[in-house]
């Protein structure tokens, strides 16, 4: 089983628009360094794995990539592929997509890889890649635990406590890097080349935090349901 640490996957499709709505985009400075880095122009071949209605693919399509995405959830998938008829659209996890072999040079998984069965999946990128390919994994976590504590930020960590202690969902925190770093290089298919946290500001409106965290109400409450 993949771990889990975060809500039923299934959910953010069910509210397909109101997460797109929510859903925060990444900041300037990640799309800058993939560029300085080396891994991300024009021209780069990319497959996104757990796409979603596409955060991570706009603007690696606007930076001149070829994108193809790996999407489970048919609503999001949707979005993204209205959104960016360029992109090459699979309806289908990470765990089942067939990918043919050495046909791009860069995967890239936003905020999806808790989702993923690692065993399965990262074999499956190693041979997709072309040799000297690259993998980039990361994850917006809320909250930054050296700022100050406001009522607000206390009551969105009870919510994502509860969220996190749900049963079966076990694996590294959204701010354990370290862990996550050995997790994806344990198997010898991938060697770190780069980790870097960022830390950033966005500021959402009410409708945007509540559109943010609907989907995991959702979620707790069927949990229950008979
Ligand atoms: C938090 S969303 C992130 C979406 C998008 N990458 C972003 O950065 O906003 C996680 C996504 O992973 C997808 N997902 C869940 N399990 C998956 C799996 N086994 N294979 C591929 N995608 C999966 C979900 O459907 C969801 O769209």
Same mark, same amino acid.
Not at 12 to 35: E, I, K
């Given at each position: 089983? @993949?771990?889990?640490?975060?809500?039923?996957?299934?959910?953010?499709?069910?509210?397909?628009?109101?997460?797109?709505?929510?859903?925060?985009?990444?900041?300037?400075?990640?799309?800058?360094?993939? &560029?300085?880095?080396?891994?991300?122009?024009?021209?780069?071949?990319?497959?996104?794995?757990?796409?979603?209605?596409?955060?991570?693919?706009? #603007?690696?399509?606007?930076?001149?990539?070829?994108?193809?995405?790996?999407? @489970?959830? #048919?609503?999001?998938?949707?979005?993204?592929?209205?959104?960016?008829?360029?992109?090459?659209?699979?309806?289908?996890?990470?765990?089942?997509?067939?990918? @043919?072999?050495?046909?791009?040079?860069?995967?890239?998984?936003?905020?999806?890889?808790?989702?993923?069965?690692?065993?399965?999946?990262?074999?499956?990128?190693?041979?997709?890649?072309?040799?000297?390919?690259?993998?980039?994994?990361?994850?917006?976590?809320?909250?930054? #635990?050296?700022?100050?504590?406001?009522?607000?930020?206390?009551?969105?960590?009870?919510?994502?406590?509860?969220?996190?202690?749900?049963?079966?969902?076990?694996? @590294?925190?959204?701010?354990?890097?370290?862990?996550?770093?050995?997790?994806?290089?344990?198997? &010898?298919?991938?060697?770190?080349?780069?980790?870097?946290?960022?830390?950033?500001?966005?500021?959402?409106?009410?409708?945007?935090?509540?559109?943010?965290?609907?989907?995991?109400?959702?979620?707790?409450?069927?949990?229950?349901?008979?």
């Amino acid at each position: 089983m @993949p771990d889990r640490t975060g809500p039923d996957p299934r959910h953010s499709n069910a509210h397909a628009a109101v997460y797109d709505r929510g859903r925060p985009p990444y900041p300037q400075v990640l799309w800058d360094r993939l &560029g300085e880095l080396g891994v991300l122009s024009a021209g780069t071949r990319v497959v996104e794995l757990g796409a979603g209605s596409g955060q991570a693919t706009g #603007p690696m399509v606007s930076a001149g990539a070829t994108v193809t995405a790996v999407e @489970p959830g #048919p609503a999001l998938a949707a979005l993204l592929q209205e959104r960016w008829p360029e992109v090459t659209v699979h309806v289908g996890t990470a765990e089942a997509v067939e990918l @043919p072999d050495a046909a791009f040079d860069l995967a890239v998984v936003a905020t999806a890889v808790h989702w993923f069965d690692l065993p399965v999946v990262l074999p499956k990128l190693h041979r997709t890649l072309v040799l000297g390919g690259h993998l980039a994994v990361w994850r917006t976590a809320f909250g930054n #635990p050296a700022a100050p504590v406001t009522a607000f930020r206390e009551r969105v960590s009870q919510i994502v406590a509860r969220r996190t202690q749900a049963p079966g969902r076990a694996g @590294p925190g959204e701010t354990d890097t370290a862990s996550w770093v050995r997790r994806l290089t344990a198997s &010898g298919h991938f060697v770190t080349a780069h980790v870097e946290e960022f830390a950033w500001t966005i500021e959402l409106t009410t409708a945007q935090v509540r559109d943010l965290f609907t989907p995991l109400i959702v979620m707790r409450r069927s949990a229950g349901a008979r």
